[in-house]
């Protein structure tokens, strides 16, 4: 059946772009400046000079053949698991961010755990998001485990898979083991990044090595910036990410032949007049639909972006952005949508804006949808018992199909004079009448004491363990 669908690069496109990757891998190389990963490379078979690695077109092809195309990343409460794979869309929010759109006073603050709480919270609920990444680097958590407390307060807050970001490899095996605390440990997924360009960092590294030991999905995602850390062109930084993607791939299946891995697609598009990375600048998502072009020609899941906004405060320009970039967005099909709920280019989050985001994509879904052209969908025996003049109104094949159709929830449809008589709200004022009610909602689960103080001991350890290893 037919379905929407956005491409950027041809075929023949792809095959251009891959050809240019293996001779910037063969010729230029990437750093790694990690000696284990180096070793590594060097017994796959890549040519090792200190922290250089030139990769041959032989080991990328091994590394891509062994590269599962299908993986599943479970939930903790029975949900239905998401099977990464080519031609699922699947969306959740993003991570890290440094401040928080407090939902009561509206003023912008710093993340805190409860934030990340709150807002895994407020996902649990929300039946368009379907994994959660925390939406907050919370600064009332030590330091040294900020990335452990904040898969602790995720855990608390929702059942559904989560997308983490740790500092590096260190902690995935106490991830691992928190998430089977709460019920699956099959149920953390891990986002990674090389640094741009061309080079993969220590934490970055124990990363790729660490979730293939352990078989933890990993989310290989590059972010080269147009002018800055990658060319002054969509195709060169697609290239430049390409190429990191790629070599983490070639470690990654090195390690463990057959382990998860995502292919993740991003270049941004520096504004040189603010020297900011607009994350809704049209060249950005034409990268990452490039980079999506790519996954899909080697035949991988992929990872990328929607539902987010530059936006300072949750205005005009915030509406328009994030429905621009989950249009786009959704019409690439990358596996992962991620980053629904974003603001002010990635330093903000808002409980509204998730709220928003979890709307527009029960939209987009419903957009993606397969259109039918069988004998009932094309009706007609319905057309011709209505005939010219006639009316479908009242038929059943009408009241059969009525919920077919998507309803939204926030969107107004209304006429004027019930809208008027509704109370004439603003988008603004239904979407955080909506947040309201949600957290004042009863939660659908708790953890139990046991779950708790297991989560604590855990979190207390590693925090030890950190603090005496520096």
Known sequence: MPSAKLTFFTPNDCRVLHAATLEVLAGVGVEARYAPAVERFRRAGAEVCEHRVRIPARLLEQALASAPRESVLRSRGGGEPLVLRDGEVYFGTGSDVLYVRDPESGERRRALKADVEGMAALCELLPNIDFVMSMGLPEDAPQAVDDLAQVVAMLRGTRKPLLVAPRDGSVLSSMQQMAELCGEKR?????????????????????????????????????????ATGPRSIAGSVVVGNAETLSGLVLHQAVRPGAPFVYGAGAGAMDMRTMTDPYVAPEALLAQQAGIDMARHYGLPSFSYAGMSDAKVLDEQWSAEAALSMVYGSLSRATLLHDVGYLESGLQSSYESIVLGDELAGYARRFLAAVAVDEDALALDEIAGVGPGGSHLARKYTRRHYRDFWTPGL????????????????????????????????????????????????????????????
């Not at 990674?192 to 590294?205: E, F, K, R, T, V």
């Not at 309201?436 to 103080?453: D, G, I, K, N, V």
């Open 411 to 470: 969107l107004d449809r209304a006429v004027h004079d019930r809208w008027a008589a509704a109370g004439a709200t603003t988008l603004g004022d239904r979407v955080r009448a909506r947040v309201s009610h949600l957290r004042s909602a009863a939660r659908p689960f708790s953890l139990t004491y046991e779950q708790r103080a297991g989560l604590r001991t855990m979190l207390d350890e590693a925090n030890a363990e950190r603090t005496r290893g520096r």
């Open 187 to 227: 149920s953390v997924a891990v986002y990674a990044m090389p640094s741009p360009p061309l080079m993969h960092d220590a934490d970055a590294l124990t990363k790729v090595i660490g979730c293939a030991e352990l078989g933890i999905p990993l989310v290989y995602a590059p972010a080269p910036n147009m002018g």
